[in-house]
């Protein structure tokens, strides 16, 4: 599309939807990378796993009938919730097998 064009125009608005959905996905990560293993140790770290993925999947599958952006964005926001414990989790797993059974090579990770 030209530059300055209605298709264009509309182009530039999704892109900045785009990233403002990003923007609010990293922020949860973060959020959720601090607090994810204090739930993990309330409810078990298997259980708290599958809930993150149930909840990514459950997001996913929508997807295609959500409509609304204003919907659609705090919705893309919380599957930030899976991407924390996808990118936490398995050095939660690989510090605490090393810190409680091999104590001579824990300072490795």
Known sequence: SKEGSKDYQLYQLGVQYGNLGYTMQGIVMLIMAYISPKMADLVGMKTFWIFAYLVYGSILCATPWI?????????HAITGIAFAVHMVYPWSIATRYTCTHDTDNAAVL
Do not use: E, K, R, T
């Not at 409509?67 to 919705?75: G, H, I, K, R, S």
């Open 67 to 75: 409509d609304n952006l204003y919907v659609f964005l705090p919705l």
